[in-house]
Each structure stands twice: as C-alpha cells, then as structure tokens.
C-alpha cells in the first residue's frame, strides 16, 4: 500500500510518530497549564460563538436555556417563598400583613426583572398579569410598568422587514418618514411618515422583526417555565395563562386581522349614538398596518382636557357607554384599549365636543349570548339591595357566570365591584364599626375602618391567596377579560377626578344590563308566540310584566344618573367659584377642570 501524503514536502504519514508527537505536546501542555487551558477555552469559546453565528437551531436552544432558566428561577423562587411566608408565625395581624405585602412586592420584582430581560413574549407574559385584577395590587402595579418600558426595534431593521412584506422601500411610499417611533409596544412600534399615495400624514405600524424568529420558541419556554411551576407547586398554577397566550398571540401578530376587527367595530357603532371613532385603515399586511394619524391626547389627561375645554365627567360617562354597548349589546369587547382623545373635528358624527378614538384593534373577545345575559343579572343582583333573595342570586350567577363556589365568591365579588365588603359576602366581616354597603348603589368611600376590619378578615381567612389563584384557574378567560374592562372603567373614572358620584359608571352598567336581560326576555317569548300563536293570555302577561320591570328599572336608573349629575354640576361651580377668588379666571377655569390652583 503506497503511504498517504497529506500534501506538497510533508513526509509519509507514522501513526507512531505522531502518538509519540502528540504525547509529547499534551506532556508539555500539562506542565504548563497557564498556556493550555487558556488556550482551549479561547478555541471553545471562539467555536461557540460561530457556531452561534451560523446554526439557528443552536442559538435557538442557547437562548431557550437562558431565557427560560431567568423566569423559572424567579418564578420558583418566588413560589419558595410564598411557602416560607405563610408557615410563619406572627406576633400580629398588622405584622402578618406586613410581611405578606413584602413578599408580593419581592416576587413581583424579580418577576419583572426576568421578563425585562427576556422582553418580547415575556414582556406580553406580564401585561398579561398586570391585568389580573384579583391579583394583589403589589403585583398588578408592579407589572404595569411594562406598558412603557418597550425597546425600540433598529431602523435598519425595520426597513428590511417592509421591504420584504411590501416590495418596496419606505422611501418609495413615503415622504418624510420619521425613523423616530412614536409608541413601541412589545409586538410593534408606530412611526409617523407622509404616505404619498394620498399626500397626508399616516401611522405605520410594524412588527418587531425578531417575533417571527422567537415566537415559537418563546412560547415553549413559556409553557415549560409554568409547567415546572405547576409540577412543583401546585397551587401557584398559572399554566392557564400559556394557554391563552398561545391562542391569542397569533391573533395579535397579524395585523389583516387587526384590520378586519378594525373595520368590525366601525360597523357594530355606525348607528349608535357614541363619540368613538376608529381610524381608518390604509393598507395591512400581516406585520405592516397603514392607517389614519390622529392627534390627541390621553383620555385622562386633565390638562389636554381643559385646555380643549373638555367636560371629564362627561368623558368619563362616555368611556362607560362605549364599553358596556360593546359588551351588554354588542357582544364582543375590547378589553386592551389603547385611547386618545381629541377635539371634535367639523362633521363629527360624536354627540360631544370630543371624539373618543381607538386605536389599538388586535385583540378583541366574544360574549355568547347566555353569558352575557347572565352576567348582566349578576350585576342586576348586585345593584339591588341586600336580601336573602338578592344574596342567594349573586351566589347562583357567580357559579353560573364564573364556575365560582359559594367558598371563593367574595374573591370574585372583590374583583367585579372593586369593594369586599357588600353585606352577605364576607360572613367573618360582622364588625359594628363601620357599615357594609347593601349593593353597589349604597356604597360610598370607603372609611379606614372599614379598610382595617377587611384586611383583618382577609388575613384570618385561611388560604385567600390560595383562593386567587383558584379563582383563576375556575373563572373561564371571556370573564377574566370583563373584570379587566370592569377595572378599567373604575380607574379611568378615578384618574379623571370626576365630580360625580363614585357609583355613576356603576349606574350605566345597570342600564345596558337591564337592555340586554329585556331583549333576552323580548326575544324568547317573541318565539315562543310564533310557534304557539299570540292569544296566549298568559304569554302576553308574561311578556307586559318583563317589559314593564325593564321600563321600571331603566327609569328609576335614569333619575339616580339625572341626581347625581346635578351633584356633579353644583360641585364643579363650587370649584370654580373657589378657583376665582384665589387666582382670578385662570384658576376658576382650572379649578373647574381638576387641576390644581396654586
């Protein structure tokens, strides 16, 4: 066999000559570590970071270990002590509660700083829990700082994707394209350009390039983080939230269906009554949105508000009909709302001197029509005053609207009304210090009392922070999207520093409840008479009695709103009257609007 050369002046190829060689260099290398293992890590190091470079499949899973291993060590951690706190001993409730509060504040925190760190999914992860309401507050006002804090997506970048899904450069279709975003959210950011087509001024949404990329490992991450939370801890379960993810993410990810929702809503409020106004859409493609610029600010911006002389109560009010015809009437909600408000252009179809502008339209959610209807006697049982009748009602449209016990629905009472202590909910809250509202119309602010009697029931109650979680895995995901809506209404209502009655959102809600209960009733006994004809007298008695309890309602509704509107209006001239003596017109202008007089 003729010897191997392994190229041009190299001697044939000795097996034993090169072991000896090879001995001899590992001999050396061993008596000199400090050259050796140096070496080797950077030759490892060097081809770890190539192979990174160049095999997606390896940097994908490089990046799984370490993006999941961050929110499973945080989460875990926080589960740890969770476990920790609560077999603690405590000298008081005071103490007890202390120390509860701390341990909410640190796992949300290290929560926060896993899913920052992580971003994109796990930055839509925790605006997700940042809308759980019957979450602790520590961990819902933690999580809403992930609202704002968004990175940016490079210019660069984002000029590759439009040219892929478009064809042509952006400066082919725009002038004066600001590189500069005007929002960035975790899926996409907003940029301002003057589209040429037209010759007017656009918002151009796009997604985030590297979403495609991640998304689905991200997801997987996702759902291994939480199973191992689930597996280890089973009462901390939140494997539920994966789950929606999973389902709604791909919704909000293709921006054709943002458009379809878009033009849905326009539709559904075209013969309404409303100051909504949607912007019209340009162009969309499954991760590029063309649509109207609009210029406004936020709806609780007192000064954008008084500076366009704008009435927040009214605003407020507004905010509380749009939501509630979306889900009484319509059946099918925005629970994630992004909204501006702006003066009412000339041909504004709104009622008012402002339009309420929507602009965010990815995710919206279904009600079908026996949850609605249920859900909307639940509220009714809550509005009327407290009796063993009433009480039992809430109960039975609670199981029947939410899958909830009679065990955990103060829990869920707590969620939807924003209060725990209406009479009947809480049997352990007996205490003659303070006293507990009848229904949501009896309530009024809440005195410290009031708050401390509560915590102290809330902390002798064994389990509660179980119950939340139970409640969360119980309560099906369209209600979980109605307590955020309901919390969202109530906070808007709050920021906006209304003059009103803090039950005056709660007195619209009976309305469209008692509109959609009365349809309902409308509805089944129109079939019935067709089928079986219309001389039934008791058919027609049956149908003049619903009828007159919906007029009933809706006129007793009506002159509660007309009262407190008057209260609101005597408030704010009060207001007004005290802003002009101490700083002449301006203040009384100001003070009229919420803002502080100096």
């Given amino acids: 066999m003729p010897p191997i050369r392994l190229g041009h002046g190299l001697h044939p190829f000795n097996s034993s000559r090169l072991s000896r060689n090879l001995e001899k260099t590992l001999s050396e290398s061993r008596r000199r570590p400090w050259i050796f293992y140096p070496t080797s890590a950077v030759i490892l190091g060097a081809a770890c970071f190539v192979t990174y470079q160049t095999s997606q499949p390896f940097r994908h899973t490089v990046l799984a270990v370490v993006r999941c291993s961050r929110v499973a060590g945080a989460a875990i951690a926080s589960a740890v002590d969770y476990k920790i706190t609560m077999v603690k001993n405590y000298a008081s409730t005071d103490q007890e509660m202390e120390a509860y509060s701390e341990c909410h504040t640190r796992s949300a925190q290290r929560v926060l700083k896993a899913l920052l760190a992580n971003g994109g999914v796990f930055i839509k992860m925790g605006q997700h829990i940042a809308s759980l309401v019957v979450l602790p507050v520590e961990w819902t006002s933690t999580m809403k700082v992930l609202q704002d804090k968004c990175e940016p997506t490079r210019y660069e970048d984002l000029e590759t994707l439009f040219l892929n899904d478009m064809g042509a450069p952006i400066a082919q279709l725009f002038d004066d394209f600001d590189p500069v975003p005007i929002g960035v959210a975790s899926l996409a950011q907003v940029h301002v350009g003057h589209y040429k087509q037209s010759g007017k001024r656009v918002a151009v949404k796009l997604q985030h390039p590297h979403l495609a990329e991640f998304c689905d490992i991200d997801m997987e991450m996702v759902d291994a983080t939480l199973g191992w939370i689930k597996y280890w801890f089973p009462e901390f379960e939140f494997s539920w939230l994966g789950d929606e993810m999973r389902t709604n993410l791909p919704k909000e990810m293709d921006f054709v269906h943002e458009a379809n929702n878009a033009a849905r809503t326009t539709a559904e409020f075209a013969h309404v009554r409303t100051s909504l106004y949607i912007p019209k859409v340009i162009l969309a493609t499954k991760r590029v949105l063309i649509m109207e610029y609009i210029q406004g600010g936020r709806v609780d911006d007192l000064g954008y508000l008084a500076d366009c002389n704008i009435d927040r109560n009214k605003v407020a009010i507004e905010l509380s009909q749009i939501f509630n015809q979306m889900l009484f009437i319509n059946g099918w909600f925005h629970a994630v709302c992004n909204l501006l408000i702006r003066p009412a252009p000339p041909k504004s179809k709104s009622p008012y001197n402002f339009e309420i502008v929507l602009l965010d339209h990815g995710l919206y959610f279904d009600m079908d029509p026996e949850l609605r209807v249920n859900y909307s006697k639940l509220w009714l049982s809550l509005i009327s005053p407290a009796s063993p009748s009433t009480i039992a009602d809430r109960k039975k449209y609670a199981e029947l609207v939410g899958n909830i016990g009679p065990d955990l629905y103060p829990v869920f009472e707590a969620a939807i009304t924003g209060r725990v202590a209406l009479e009947g909910s809480w049997d352990e809250t007996q205490d003659s210090s303070f006293r507990r509202a009848s229904s949501l119309i009896d309530m009024v602010a809440q005195s410290e009392e009031e708050k401390d009697a509560i915590r102290n029931a809330v902390m002798q109650k064994e389990g509660v922070l179980l119950s ?3 409640v969360l895995r119980r309560v099906p995901r369209r209600v979980l999207m109605v307590l955020k809506l309901n919390d969202l209404t109530r906070s808007l209502d709050h920021a906006l520093m209304t003059t009103h009655s803090n039950i005056r959102i709660f007195l619209i809600t009976a309305k ?49 709103e007309t009262f407190m509107d008057l209260q609101a209006y005597f408030s704010r001239s009060n207001a007004w009257i005290r802003g002009l003596r101490s700083r002449g017109f301006e203040g009384a202008h100001n003070a009229a609007f919420g803002l502080e007089v100096e």
């Fill in 512 to 560: 469209y409840c008692a509109h959609a209960v009365w349809q309902d009733d409308r509805k089944r006994l129109l079939d019935i008479m067709r089928d079986q004809g219309l001389l039934s007298l008791k058919l027609l008695s049956e149908y003049f009695s619903c009828w007159w309890k919906y007029e009933k309602a809706y006129t007793q509704l009506s002159l509660m």
């Fill in 468 to 470: 939340v979680f139970d």
